[in-house]
Structure formats: structure tokens, C-alpha cells
């Protein structure tokens, strides 16, 4: 059976800085996808997913250069720093993997997820 556990969350002031972590178990793939997923409310944007094939990597416009995306050398853990958090970086950050049938921008942009975990909750406020 597959997990994800997400942790790292917590509450910042504008311009600070959070490192997610996301530990996957039980996966039978050698190789697949995996992205952080933003929820608000009843809404969901993929932030950043990285290919599990070549590390080719995909980030949303107003993250790029604040969000860094890797992979743990077990690939068995997936990792988000976010730095220079703004109010509307807040949310639930949820880790998810997907099979190789869609890249990373495809999986991020689509919202394509196979397994999910609960997430971890990231507060931005002054």
C-alpha cells in the first residue's frame, strides 16, 4: 500500500522561509513522477513536480526562483524549500506521485495524481 507523509509546515511572516518534506512508501515503480500540489479550499494547483526519470523539474510562474524542488538520493523522499513566502503561497501542500504516462509539466499543470498524501498546511500572514 502506497504512503506519502508530508511535514514542514507552519506559520511564517511574508519573506520567510519553509522546507517541506514528503516521505513515500510501499511504491512498487522504480521510477515515476512526483509534485507539490497547493490546495485552497476546494481548489488544487500543482506548484512544482520533478521527473523521477531525468530530475527534469517544473515550476507555476510565481514560484519560479523562490521554490526549489529535489529529490532525496533514496528517491524515496521529495523535498519543497520555499523562500520569500508571499500571503498567497498559503495553503495545503499536498505530495503526490504519478506514473511516467504524463511529464512533469503535464502532471503539474493537469493536477494528474496518482497517489496523494494528506498535506501539510502553510501559513503566510503579518
Known amino acids: 500500500q502506497v504512503h506519502l507523509v508530508e511535514s514542514g509546515g507552519g506559520s511564517v511572516q511574508p519573506g520567510g522561509s519553509l522546507r517541506l518534506a514528503c516521505r513515500i512508501s510501499?511504491?512498487?515503480?522504480?521510477?515515476?513522477?512526483i509534485g507539490w500540489f497547493r490546495q485552497v479550499l476546494t481548489e488544487y494547483e500543482g506548484v512544482s513536480c520533478i521527473?523521477?526519470?531525468?530530475?527534469?523539474?517544473y515550476y507555476l510562474d510565481p514560484v519560479k526562483g523562490r521554490f526549489t524542488i529535489s529529490r532525496g538520493d533514496a528517491k524515496d523522499m521529495v523535498f519543497l524549500q520555499m523562500n520569500s513566502l508571499r500571503l498567497d503561497d498559503a495553503g495545503t501542500y499536498h505530495c503526490a506521485t504519478r506514473a511516467l504516462d504524463y511529464n512533469v509539466k503535464e502532471m503539474c499543470v493537469g493536477v494528474r495524481i496518482g497517489y496523494w498524501g494528506k498535506g501539510t498546511l502553510v501559513n503566510v500572514s503579518s
Open positions: 510501499g511504491y512498487t515503480l522504480d521510477h515515476y513522477n
Open positions: 521527473s523521477g526519470v531525468d530530475g527534469a523539474t
